[in-house]
């Protein structure tokens, strides 16, 4: 059986399974996040631009109010356009399979990808799926960017950093948790560098990325001296608050702890075990390019938790 065919039947069984546990759900419950973003959604539907409460708000997620916009739009009640995002959502969520097979095809045999994909697809985590919150689309998104990232590493020709840049511009206006990930996508390329023995021409090959990355960082410093707000959410506390960076760490180690005690011991052990033997020197670039992912992109969520 074609390898597209089983991703097809691992994507709409979980998102017929995700639809129907989130029938259960008939009223928001997380407030005010759902409540924002289907108001966003709604400005989108109705006036063309993010409305929520009368004036034109850009400090929450652009692109998923932007995703839902058409339950509000073709639907003849918020009710039902509610119901309808349910099922947005579930079919974003489970999409994420896709990209979990590319990225686990480059150290998997076949079977173990599909494996790979129908967990990540089942974990307790889709849950959010029933919620209009973020996380839905981001999900998959993050992991698009994952292996769109990975491949962009074995060989970065400027196509392929011009998708991961695209890429990466998705995450950020999905969810401005992106902004750590761009961070973590710099350190990738020197993590990647330095393993491969040549930093200073990988460098050079990046230098497209790496110039985009300084223009917007300049960019940003000036708007934050200027006092024009940044577009940032709730992260954009993180400026005003560098100065007490002992309690940030603190806050940061409890929640590895907490993340650590939630995915499980036995995988939190068995993660660097694993990055150790996929870093080594003579493993192939594939293989190397696919750890490096996997441990810069797990840091950077957990900086920006």
Do not use: C
């Amino acid at each position: 059986v074609p390898s597209v065919v089983w991703l097809a039947a691992i994507v709409s069984s979980a998102a017929v399974a995700r639809i129907a546990l989130g029938a259960a759900n008939h009223l928001p419950g997380v407030l005010g996040d759902e409540l924002i973003y289907s108001g966003l959604a709604k400005g989108w539907a109705l006036y063309g631009q993010p409305v929520l409460r009368g004036s034109v708000e850009l400090g929450y997620s652009t692109l998923y109010p932007l995703f839902l916009a058409p339950a509000f739009r073709l639907t003849a009640d918020g009710a039902s356009a509610l119901a309808v995002v349910k099922v947005m959502n579930a079919i974003a969520m489970t999409s994420a399979a896709v990209p979990v097979y590319v990225l686990a095809r480059r150290v998997l045999p076949r079977t173990w990808g599909l494996a790979v994909a129908a967990l990540s697809v089942l974990a307790p985590w889709t849950a959010y799926a029933a919620l209009t919150m973020t996380e839905s689309l981001f999900y998959p998104a993050f992991l698009a960017f994952a292996a769109v990232l990975a491949w962009t590493l074995e060989r970065p020709a400027w196509p392929r950093q011009l998708a991961m840049l695209a890429m990466l511009a998705v995450l950020i206006g999905v969810r401005a948790q992106g902004l750590a990930v761009a961070l973590g996508t710099v350190v990738a390329i020197l993590l990647y560098g330095a393993l491969d023995g040549a930093t200073r021409a990988t460098l050079r090959r990046f230098l497209p990325t790496l110039a985009v990355f300084a223009t917007l960082a300049v960019v940003g410093v000036a708007a934050k001296a200027a006092g024009e707000p940044i577009p940032a959410g709730t992260y954009g506390t993180l400026f005003d608050s560098l100065s007490r960076l002992g309690g940030i760490l603190k806050w940061g180690a409890w929640s590895i702890a907490s993340f650590g005690l939630a995915l499980g011991v036995v995988a939190l052990a068995a993660f660097p075990l694993a990055l150790r033997g996929m870093l080594r020197g003579g493993a192939p670039r594939p293989v190397r390019s696919t750890a490096t992912v996997a441990l810069v992109l797990s840091l950077s969520l957990l900086a920006s938790v």
